[in-house]
């Protein structure tokens, strides 16, 4: 699936940091049967790749899927590797975002400031990741998107959750970041599943406003 299609059908990036390679197809299961369709595996889980590769394989269909963490341009050929088509970042490094546009994956660079943002964007990065967006605020968004090129696209990631959406949506977001909200090490899928229902409606009615 690619990511433009799985973006439109639900925007959340499902942050599944610290999953292991036995848990994460049922995981992923859960997250899709309830409309999530992008996931990131941060690559300070345990084997990561693997986990990616296995998503890679089993949901390509279903979603798109790749790594967070990612730090140099040689994990971004890692993740490349196996089968990953999403690269993420806490920070603005334009070597990670010119290897990963040059493998024509979809680069999601961390950003605070508007020189790490527009850096970003003449890196090539479509996307932007706002971290930590949580002490920061909507209206710090607002600011933001002012002077942003209306074709840039922020996505809020760090401290946002299904409560304030609506807010963060009304400041021009255009995607979210969701980790601990939705999964940590050990979540039940059932859980899980539970979880990204009621952030997907959440999505949902935020969207609608």
Same mark, same amino acid.
């Given at each position: 699936m690619k990511f /433009? /299609?799985?973006l439109a059908e639900m925007p959340i990036v499902a942050i599944l940091r610290g999953i292991t390679p036995d848990t994460v197809l049922t995981v992923a299961d859960? !997250?899709? &049967?309830?409309?999530?369709?992008?996931?990131?595996? #941060?690559?300070?889980?345990?084997? #990561? !790749?693997? &986990?990616? &590769?296995r998503l890679a394989r089993e949901f390509s269909d279903r979603m798109a899927c790749g790594a967070g963490t990612v730090l140099d341009p040689n994990s971004v050929d890692l993740v490349h590797g196996a089968g990953g088509t999403l690269v993420v970042t806490p920070n603005t490094n334009p070597g990670v975002i010119f290897r990963g546009v040059a493998k024509g994956m979809t680069v999601i660079p961390g950003f605070v400031t508007p020189t790490e943002a527009f850096a970003a964007l003449q890196a090539g990065a479509k996307y932007l990741k706002l971290f930590p967006a949580g002490?920061?605020? #909507?209206?710090? !968004?607002?600011?933001l998107n002012s002077v942003l090129p209306k074709s840039a696209?922020?996505?809020?990631?760090?401290?946002?959750g299904a409560a304030? !959406? &609506?807010a963060w949506v009304a400041a021009g977001a255009s995607g979210f970041g969701i980790g601990a909200e939705l999964f940590r090490p050990g979540s039940d899928p059932v859980e899980v599943h539970?979880?990204?229902?009621?952030?997907v409606r959440a999505c949902q009615q935020a969207q609608a406003r």
């Open positions: /433009e /299609e799985a859960a !997250l899709v &049967s309830a409309g999530i369709r992008l996931v990131e595996v #941060p690559l300070n889980s345990p084997q #990561p !790749l693997e &986990s990616i &590769s002490p920061l605020g #909507p209206a710090y !968004l607002k600011a696209a922020v996505f809020p990631v760090g401290g946002v304030d !959406l &609506s539970r979880r990204a229902t009621m952030l």
